[in-house]
């Protein structure tokens, strides 16, 4: 990992400040033409090419069901492989992630009442902290028993931004 060393700045003066805010307007105003420049141009090459791309990606279409129709039809000569080497591809199946689902017409709400009633060792209870009722409680007075029995504070932090005025600053 390369370390990078930051200098630290400190003790600036108004006219410092003003030249810095003067670079970097101008810099930000050069970075957002050079990236629409680049953007127009990418743009461009890729309407070069869309027609070819959609055309190719649909004549894909029909050779894929050929392919699969033939692999349904075969799956059964494959025994335990899950795949099929042809001469010019290789043809297969994968296994999904096991995932639940229900009947239609249970909605997931009714499925878990009924887990709750017959079997409510599949049934999980998440506890979690109303974080919203503690910023409100918050600016109230008596806080600061909540705060030392549960270990908790309200922080809001404050974080620095630079905004280029870039109408009223232009490159040269």
Same mark, same amino acid.
């Given at each position: ?22 670079? &970097?307007?101008?810099? *930000? ?9 680049? @953007?127009?141009?990418?743009? =461009? !090459? ?41 001469l ?17 017409? &249970?909605?997931?709400? *009714? ?9 409510? @060792?599949?049934?999980?209870? =998440? !506890? ?20 030392s ?12 931004y ?11």
């Open positions: 990992m390369t370390r990078i060393k930051t200098k630290v700045i400190s003790n600036v003066t108004l006219e410092q400040a003003q030249e810095a805010s003067e670079t &970097f307007a101008t810099n *930000a105003t050069k970075l957002d033409k050079l990236q629409a420049k680049m @953007n127009e141009e990418i743009n =461009k !090459v890729k309407s070069k090419y869309q027609d070819d791309i959609t055309e190719l990606q649909d004549s894909l279409d029909e050779p894929q069901k050929v392919l699969q129709a033939f692999a349904e039809e075969q799956k059964e000569t494959w025994g335990k492989k899950k795949s099929m080497e042809l010019h591809t290789t043809i297969g199946y994968r296994t999904g992630t096991p995932k639940v689902t229900k009947h239609k017409g &249970f909605s997931w709400d *009714a499925v878990a009442d009924l887990a709750v009633k017959l079997f409510p @060792n599949l049934v999980r209870t =998440k !506890v979690e902290l109303d974080k919203d009722s503690i910023i409100a409680l918050s600016k109230e007075d008596g806080f600061d028993a909540y705060k029995a549960l270990y908790i504070d309200v922080v809001q932090e404050e974080s620095f630079v905004e280029a005025k870039k109408e009223e600053l232009q490159p040269s």
